[in-house]
């Protein structure tokens, strides 16, 4: 059981939030602050026509080990307020700054036990977070650990391995419509739009892009900030993940400063999901709408579970210790 309370976060617009606490009575509890992957995406992980529910399936797990969560609509998407479109990465670090401070404050909330959970873009955000405001934990769920421009390139070099593999009828359509290179140029192009214009929206073949957040992610190298991480993390990515390299797991072990804990789940996806389709990025991205049909990966709720369990164990200890010193 619990209690979930609807809260509004006064950042630079208006953040809509569920603060969820577990059944108790003038108690405090360990929170985890949930932090969003990329696109216009609500508290629960959902955009539209694309119903993750992570957040939504993750607040009960934590919930029913006896932590708070925090999870809010990202700005200008459900009920918060400013415009999607208009805004960068920076905005959305101090968003989840917001959010964090916020539910630090709450009377409910001991302050001295909270955890960022990322997933995909949220595990670049949780790192600049905690440059401004140290928490006690990290999880990263499907995080990348190099500078978004390479991330990008290596998933566009996957794309074209792809139509590269293609056999038969279709894979000659595809060089004979030279597919390749109107990818390719597209890219190109848009990339000449982006640089070239200081608007934070921009139109290209009539659909809006949010030119702010695209400029401002070539600037972000994440391994920076996960050097000055001395806090406890977890990490797990799937096999299946064609948006990130599992390989970044041994990175962000390697660079942080605390004890990391690392997962790889097999046939797992970048949506927290297994599939039995063979490792091929359009294959997967296909599947990814059919995938959202079932809940989030068992396995790795009982590796967040059995962590989140040795971690409390840890912070219950060393505070015994603390008090048997005084």
């Known amino acids: 059981m619990s209690k979930e309370l609807e809260v509004t976060i006064q950042g630079q617009y208006p953040l809509a939030a569920a603060l969820t606490l577990p059944n108790g009575r003038d108690e405090k509890f360990p929170l985890v602050v949930m932090v969003h992957g990329s696109g216009p995406i609500d508290r629960d992980s959902n955009a539209k026509g694309m119903p993750m529910n992570i957040f939504k399936e993750l607040t009960e797990l934590v919930v029913a080990e006896r932590f708070a969560s925090i999870r809010y609509d990202k700005r200008g998407v459900g009920a918060s307020k400013g415009d999607y479109y208009e805004m960068g990465v920076y905005d959305l670090i101090d968003d989840a700054r917001a959010v964090l401070e916020f539910a630090k404050n709450h009377p409910n909330i001991d302050s001295e036990n909270v955890i960022l959970l990322g997933h995909s873009e949220g595990c670049i955000i949780a790192p600049y977070v905690y440059e401004q405001v140290p928490v006690h934990a990290m999880i990263l769920l499907a995080g990348t650990a190099e500078p978004l421009p390479e991330t990008t390139k290596w998933q566009r070099e996957e794309i074209m391995k792809d139509l590269r593999s293609v056999k038969g009828f279709q894979g000659w359509l595809l060089r004979l419509l030279k597919v390749e290179k109107k990818i ?18 921009i139109k290209y073949k009539g659909k809006k892009i949010n030119a702010k957040w695209n400029r401002e992610t070539s600037q972000f190298d994440v391994s920076k900030p996960l050097q000055k991480v001395t806090c406890p993390v977890l990490a797990i990515t799937g096999t299946k993940d064609v948006n990130v390299k599992v390989g970044d797991l041994e990175k962000i072990k390697a ?72």
């Open 255 to 326: 660079l942080v400063q605390g004890e990391c804990e690392t997962h790889i789940i097999q046939d797992m996806t970048h949506m927290l999901r297994k599939t039995d389709v063979e490792y091929s990025m359009s294959k997967i991205m296909n599947q990814n709408k059919k995938s959202l049909k079932q809940p989030v990966d068992p396995e790795l709720k009982d590796k967040i579970v059995k962590w989140l369990r040795n971690w409390k164990t840890r912070q219950i200890n060393s505070d015994q210790k603390v008090m048997l010193v005084k």
């Open 184 to 201: 390719t140029k597209m890219n190109d192009d848009l990339f000449k739009l982006l640089q070239e214009s200081d608007d934070p929206v």
